[in-house]
């Protein structure tokens, strides 16, 4: 049978298919479906038997998709001189009845966590070029033909009533499963934005799935997830983080959320997250721990971010000061465009949240502000002091919250700079700092 792009199929369909040999015997029926991420995690790589006549506790096989053929009846048959072969370990492959039906996944486009009722699947044929990668899988089994055979693509993961219906007729004809669920409208999430949640994180490296969609995500919609998922699933999913982006979701969830995902941490893993985190949020995490806690996690840190956050513990969460944070960029009043831009360059931290530059001198005194779009559109050559605002609002450091979202208001300002009794600048407070506030106390 010649397959027709497109051709599509489902797990819940193929579950309980029956696998025949070149010869139309019954070699078995499909009980999973083995995808290998490093190898290619966009199509199902071999269909999992129970061979006829095996026994319950007895390994299950593994028929490579590639060895496959449908019959013009649409019946799935072994290739001429292919047949199955022991299931290798089951660890070293994502199964999608196992790790996905039923399971909780993350729609990263959509940000939001959802069940799977059905994977959608589409059959289509190997092309000659793709032989190559064929062999690697099939381990280059001699006489296995090059440039035939199937593939299976992961299309869709079904999220809605359809996939459901779909999975409650199980057993049924084809032809019937798709005349009763197509009356229900479709909801599914392209494969391309799932991304797993295993309650195993060292089974994610194992299987070599990447972050890289988590980790592109807003920190916000990030731990909007975090919130929606339930506890061992939350705990499993932030443990799998990379630290930059740990740190970024942990700055946007609640205390008390806080100190759940970092409860079961080791106190040198909560370190390397609070170091890459703003100084202020960092101090503001840090002083909702137990003295114990944080002291242990302080000691742990690089010493120039620890004496950075201890500074800012020293100030109540309502100041000024326990609002600022230390990422910010200043230069001397005479430095010049070029000098900024370098600088600009070489900042290390979060490039997002900066809006100015600031000037000071030689005591490090506040002269100038300079909004960073005027930096951007002049020439290298122009001093830094001709594009500094007309006048400069500042706030001391005792300075309270209400009088910093005051100012905000007031002056319709993106960041406010922090200045002690000398007016010497020892911090900056960023408008969604503000925002991050008045939304905790709302």
């Not at 959608?120 to 000659?128: A, F, K, R, S, Y």
């Not at 793709?130 to 199937?150: I, K, M, R, W, Y």
Request: proline content about 4%; aromatic content about 4%; glycine content about 6%.
């Amino acid at each position: 049978m010649t397959i027709q792009n497109n051709q599509r199929t489902s797990v819940s369909a193929l579950m309980g298919a029956v696998v025949e040999d070149a010869s139309g015997r019954k070699v078995g029926q499909v009980r999973e479906f083995a995808v290998s991420p490093p190898v290619d995690a966009n199509h199902v790589q071999g269909l999992v038997l129970r061979l006829t006549g095996a026994a319950r506790g007895d390994r299950m096989s593994l028929a490579a998709v590639n060895d496959l053929e449908l019959t013009p009846a649409g019946r799935l048959r072994l290739r001429e001189s292919a047949a199955p072969t022991l299931m290798p370990e089951e660890e070293s492959y994502l199964l999608l009845e196992r790790d996905l039906l039923d399971q909780q996944i993350i729609d990263v486009h959509g940000h939001k966590v959802v069940r799977v009722n059905d994977v959608d699947l589409i059959w289509e044929p190997v092309t000659t070029t793709e032989s190559a990668a064929v062999e690697l899988f099939s381990g280059g089994a001699e006489g296995t033909p090059q440039g035939h055979g199937l593939k299976l693509r992961i299309s869709e993961v079904e999220v809605g009533t359809r996939g459901a219906i779909r999975r409650l007729l199980k057993g049924l004809s084809v032809e019937t499963v798709a005349r009763l669920s197509g009356k229900f409208g479709s909801s599914a999430i392209p494969w391309d934005f799932v991304d797993l949640i295993d309650r195993d994180p060292s089974r994610r490296v194992r299987l070599k799935i990447e972050q890289e969609k988590l980790s592109k995500m807003h920190p916000s919609d990030l731990a909007d997830i975090l919130e929606d998922l339930a506890p061992a699933e939350r705990q499993a999913l932030f443990t799998s983080l990379d630290e930059g982006v740990a740190a970024e979701a942990l700055e946007e969830v609640e205390p008390r959320m806080q100190k759940s995902l970092t409860d079961s941490l080791d106190t040198e893993q909560v370190a390397g997250i609070v170091e890459e985190m703003d100084p202020a949020a960092a101090a503001d995490f840090l002083a909702e721990l137990p003295e114990e806690r944080s002291e242990a996690i302080l000691e742990e840190m690089a010493p120039e971010e620890r004496q950075e956050v201890e500074e800012l513990l020293e100030f109540s969460g309502d100041s000024a000061a326990g609002q600022m944070t230390t990422d910010y960029i200043s230069l001397p009043e005479k430095a010049y465009v070029v000098d900024a831009v370098t600088a600009l360059r070489e900042f290390g931290d979060d490039f997002e949240i900066l809006t100015h530059v600031f000037l000071i001198d030689s005591d490090e005194v506040l002269h100038g502000v300079v909004p960073l779009l005027k930096v951007l559109l002049a020439p290298g050559g122009t001093a830094l002091a001709e594009l500094a605002d007309d006048h400069i609002v500042s706030c001391d450091i005792h300075s309270s919250g209400k009088k910093v979202a005051e100012l905000f208001d007031k002056y319709n300002l993106r960041a406010l700079p922090v200045v002690d009794e000398e007016k010497k600048l020892v911090g900056v407070i960023y408008a969604e700092q503000v925002i991050a506030q008045l939304r905790m106390k709302s």
